[in-house]
């Protein structure tokens, strides 16, 4: 299959990026996806420092705000590092440098706006977070109508895949009921993906989810699946 499911490698506060790392060399990884998004400057250079010495790649990377052209740069040499995403500017994360250098290999995320058509064609196109434009379909009806539209008629230059549950359950850092989440409890929290046709699913499909990555492989073996099963 030409799409890489790409196991993550995520840096929210419940995810031990740190044993992750290790876990790349014990699985025998040779790619995975980088979410770089709760880590500063110093934590980075450390997850470089680790990820370097597993000889592994990240065709995907989740940028940050406060990263800058030198670091894209390293990425794309050590890493091979093919696309990145970003938020939207109209968000508190607006980018602190300019990386209009690599503007085309970066992709718009829907996160809590829509997506603004304007802002996606000043950049490569979009990233597509199916958990997130699922949660919109189940609670933001209006969103997700104005994103479907948008979807249908902008290039996907890689995509997210969280779990997203049957009901929303109270989010313990945010008190809000949720319907998506970075853990996955159950193998069918990501069967919602059977509902997007294959065109929404671009080549680089990154799993955001804080499971191990020994836990990931089977979700990556049940998103394959799915993604067969349109083909």
Not at 43 to 48: G, L, V
Not at 82 to 106: C, G, M, P, V
Request: proline share 1%; with cysteine.
């Amino acid at each position: 299959m030409k799409k890489k499911v790409l196991l993550g490698i995520t840096t929210t506060f419940g995810s031990d990026w740190r044993e992750k790392i290790k876990e790349i060399k014990k699985l025998k990884l040779k790619e995975v996806a980088f979410f770089l998004t709760c880590l500063n400057k110093k934590e980075r250079e450390e997850f470089y420092k680790l990820a370097e010495e597993t000889g592994v790649k990240a065709p995907f990377v989740h940028l940050r705000s406060d990263m800058n052209v030198a670091e894209l740069d390293y990425l794309i040499k050590v890493f091979k590092t093919k696309a990145f995403n970003i938020h939207t500017q109209r968000e508190e994360f607006a980018l602190e440098y300019d990386l209009s250098k690599y503007k085309k290999q970066i992709f718009v995320e829907n996160v809590l706006l829509g997506f603004s058509e304007k802002e996606i064609k000043e950049f490569g196109g979009i990233c597509l977070d199916i958990s997130h434009l699922e949660r919109d379909r189940l609670s933001h009806k209006k969103r997700f109508k104005h994103d479907i539209k948008i979807i249908e008629r902008n290039f996907i230059g890689c995509n997210h895949i969280s779990a997203v549950a049957d009901e929303a359950e109270m989010d313990e850092r945010t008190g809000k009921l949720e319907y998506t989440r970075h853990f996955l409890k159950d193998l069918s929290e990501v069967d919602y993906l059977e509902e997007y046709p294959l065109s929404y699913f671009s080549d680089y499909i990154a799993i955001e989810l804080e499971n191990t990555l020994e836990e990931q492989l089977k979700v990556r073996e049940r998103i394959i699946k799915i993604l067969k099963s349109k083909s």
